[in-house]
């Protein structure tokens, strides 16, 4: 024969209200209360997830950290990193990984053995198990370091050699090329400006040893642009742009200063406030100049001024 119940809120210590199950009292006795719902057993997984609706935010959680229930993670080393139970992972990386304590995953929880271990400041993992495990790999770890410092000092000096054999320059005033160029196509038609390709020796012999010269190496083309005076002298980006038809010339320069003449000898240097080119950049103009049978002397110098 079925029971009738009736369920109603009981105060309890514990919570605000709880749902409590009551029977009818038999006359000539008090009522008894049977608990309907039974809180829920603080059961972890491995990596500590459970049921956060059963523990509020500031309610001590797994290996007693605080849970925060707004986001469902642990902020461990008072708030250094979070780590998620549910992914079973931190949400940032770990700057003592790879080559450190913090193990080869820079985001793995206790390098993925929450049983062995714990990590309350979410920096590293502690247990003995680990550190044993730390202490067997950390030289494995240290050559990997050591390797790769010397792969990416190998990558330094490679993209070093790159830049003094082939890498373009950056004009640092693009946004006056236009100009410049108008400027140029100017005195070249006032004839107050020697503009050539050097294709010979002989394209410098009609060179005014007195003029202001200035060079310009592009990936096809040595160009000079020669004038009398400073006002009428052009910028380095100017003569690389002129060097074609097509634009976008500028964008190809190689090398780039200025050339004279000195007791019969010929000198280049890599003055150009232009593009600032690297000293190395010296080795490239010479090597250009000297395919065309033009022995030159290279002279570095100090560059930042525009030219």
Request: proline share 8%; hydrophobic share 35%.
């Amino acid at each position: 024969m079925p029971v009738n119940m009736t369920l109603k809120h009981v105060p309890s210590p514990d919570k605000p209200s709880t749902l409590k199950a009551q029977r009818p009292a038999p006359p000539g006795s008090n009522p008894t209360q049977i608990p309907l719902l039974k809180g829920q057993p603080r059961a972890y997984t491995p990596y500590g997830f459970r049921n956060a609706s059963a523990a509020p935010t500031g309610a001590l959680g797994f290996n007693g950290e605080f849970l925060s229930t707004a986001f469902g993670c642990y902020a461990l080393g008072n708030g250094h990193r979070l780590y998620n139970p549910r992914l079973m992972r931190f949400i940032s990386p770990d700057r003592w990984s790879p080559f450190f304590k913090g193990g080869l995953n820079p985001y793995a929880y206790c390098l993925n053995d929450p049983v062995n271990a714990k990590d309350p400041r979410g920096r590293s993992p502690a247990g003995p198990v680990i550190q044993r495990t730390q202490s067997m790999f950390r030289p494995v770890f240290m050559q990997g370091a050591q390797r790769m410092l010397s792969t990416a000092g190998n990558y330094i000096t490679t993209t070093k050699s790159i830049t003094a054999s082939g890498r373009t320059l950056f004009n640092r005033f693009a946004e006056d090329l236009q100009p410049e160029v108008h400027h140029l196509k100017r005195v070249i038609k006032n004839v107050s400006t020697i503009f050539k390709e050097v294709k010979s020796v002989h394209s410098l012999a009609d060179l005014d040893a007195s003029n202001r010269h200035k060079y310009v190496v592009t990936d096809e083309k040595i160009m000079i642009g020669s004038s009398t005076t400073d006002r009428n002298a052009p910028s380095h980006a100017s003569i690389a742009e002129l060097s074609d038809s097509d634009p976008g010339a500028s964008d190809k320069v190689l090398a780039a200063g200025h050339i004279f003449f000195k007791d019969g000898t010929l000198y280049i240097n890599n003055h150009s406030g232009h593009f600032l080119p690297h000293p190395d950049r010296l080795e490239i103009a010479q090597a250009r100049f000297g395919a065309l049978n033009i022995i030159v002397v290279t002279v570095v110098k100090n560059v930042g001024s525009r030219s």
